[in-house]
């Protein structure tokens, strides 16, 4: 009798950890934040109250989580030799924002310098988040393409709302990706990027132009930090944001591999709200 060797599911799946996104089968998320006419942030929207269109073409919403539905953070912290003077308010700023998130969200706090290092797993505990980011210490080169790119593709395979708030202050020095693939990397996977510069970073014109050109793309802001003092307020604005997310998903059109697909998201109200989301994804 022939013997016949059945390979376990989750075998083949284990030999390739890479993250994928075939439209073909995998829904689009899109994530949403929603102003009126004196940009104030709007939560309790339905479902229903929501339109999509991909390349033009009206979608049917096949998941939706709401503005109160709970939230995946990822904070990444700049903690490279330059970072010794403005750090200590950086984690002051940061533990702010931790309080602001509520108990259904959960955080994981990352560091890198050289190499990117988890400091926290996602938890809901924030006692133990505010711990990992006082825990960091400043020393090393900056390697900031590598470290938004895995952060990027770890969060995208994890289900429901999800976003990345990065801190970085000077340019990259010591990735092994360049700017321009770890831009198009980290937009591809379609979770929301905040992104917080100061110091040298502020200097770097090319940099802080992909940067900008990321956070806008992927439905993220680009913070501006001219100052240590401005931190606070300026994780209050992310916090605030992040309360007020919704994510909308749905199966999109069959198109070609490679295909830039604009995505327009609207709030059905005659115009009196405008919606802040990724401005459309890459078919692969």
Known sequence: MKRILLIPLVLLQAQDQTPTFRVTSRLVEVYATVFDRQDHRIGGLKEQEFDILDGGRPQRIEKFEASTDGLALTIVIDTTGSMRDSL????????????????????????????????????????????????????????????????????????GKKAVVVFTDGADNSSVLNLETAS???????????????????????????????????????????????????????????KYTYMLAYYPPTIGTGEWRPIRVSVKTDGRFRVRCKEGYFAE
Not at 105 to 122: I, N, P, T
Not at 232 to 242: H, Q, R, T, V
């Open 88 to 159: 200590p308010a950086v984690k002051n700023a940061i533990s702010l924002l931790i309080d602001q998130l509520r108990a259904e969200d959960q955080v994981a706090v990352y560091g890198f310098a050289g190499s990117l290092e988890r400091l926290q797993e996602f938890t809901r505990d924030k006692r133990a988040a505010k711990l990992a980011v006082r825990r960091t210490r400043a020393e090393g080169r900056t390697a900031l393409f590598d470290a938004l790119t895995r952060v990027s593709q770890e969060l995208h395979a994890r289900p």
């Open 184 to 242: 198009l990397r980290a937009r591809k996977t379609g979770v929301p990027v905040y992104v917080v510069a100061q110091g040298e970073a502020l200097n770097a014109t090319k940099l802080m132009k992909t940067l900008e050109v990321l956070a806008d793309k992927t439905g993220g802001q680009l913070f501006r930090a001219q100052k240590s003092s401005q931190m606070d307020e300026i994780f209050l604005a992310i916090a605030s944001d992040l």
